[in-house]
């Protein structure tokens, strides 16, 4: 099968890529680089260095939607897109152009190259905003709710989708993702707190708590992610389903749970709360695990002693 991963020489993106190439398929690569890495390709390049395609290019730019629709893939995996909440409140409109216009672009080229298929990365994090808690965990009938310009634009995203199912025939499926977090995520910039945490332990540095530390997510592992998507491949027409674990993590819990882990005893910094952090999310998957088949398989002892090996083995290349 020729797919297109948009993004994916990024975190999320390069895992949904190994498994893809280990299915057998052929693989197109679209990704400008800005956050991701070609370094995160190398395993796939390897295991399938003719099957995989690697072309250096913005989403926004038109000839996105030449390379897909030359490229003719029966399914698109969309996942390239500005995810920083702060960024989206500093400059809503490049959060616009890349999530929205972006978007477009990928669409027009599943049109123009009748792919079967696409699948969105969307944000389970913002699309609903701050929850009751009485709510928690989260399913798919909760209130939209975003409270950021990046939450409208991922919310806009998926409508557009079913749009273009609508018009063009072109299957969808929207998959909102909880809080990811594995090997290749970036310690540096808007990475998720998972990331941080293995960076500064592992460099003997402080790890910050902002708040109280009880505020809470839902911490899914990568490769369990890249699996949804594939799952969604068959399943899913016109469905928004939440990746998550339905379970709430305090990040106090997670610092103990990584300090432990790398061995090292200290409490973390206090710092300020965040004005405008949400106090507590998490995502159920029962949906999920209903049309698609899916269920997390990673718990998070697992998961976090996994991204810790990942971090501390490309600690150690480095030096």
Known sequence: MRVVVTGGAGFIGSALVDQLVKRGDQVLVIDNFSAGSEKNLEEAKNAS???????????????????????????IFHLAAQVDVRASVEDPLNDLETNLVGLIRVLEGGRKAETTKIVLASSGGTIYGEPDSKQLPLNEDAPWNPLSPYGVSK??????????SSLHGLRGTTL????VYGPRQDPHGEAGVVAIFAGKLLNGEPCTIYG?????????YVDDVASAFVAAIESGDGKLLNIGTG??????????????????ESAP?????????IERSSLDPSLAKKILGWTPQTNLRDGIHSTLGWFKSKKEESS
């Not at 395609?53 to 390379?67: A, H, P, W």
């Not at 109280?212 to 899914?220: A, E, L, P, Y």
């Not at 709430?248 to 790398?262: C, G, K």
Request: glycine share 10%.
């Open 212 to 220: 109280t530390g009880m505020q809470t997510r839902d911490f899914v």
């Open 176 to 179: 909102a993702l909880a809080n």
């Open 49 to 75: 260095a003719k099957e995989l395609v690697i072309e250096n290019c913005d989403i926004r730019n038109s000839e996105t939607t030449k390379l897909i629709t030359d490229y003719g893939p029966s399914v």
């Open 155 to 164: 919310l806009a995203g998926g409508l557009y989708v079913n749009t273009y």
């Open 247 to 264: 379970t709430e993590t305090s990040i106090q819990y997670l610092y103990e749970e990584m300090a432990l882990a790398s061995g090292i």
């Open 269 to 277: 910094e206090k710092g300020a709360e965040r004005s405008g952090e």
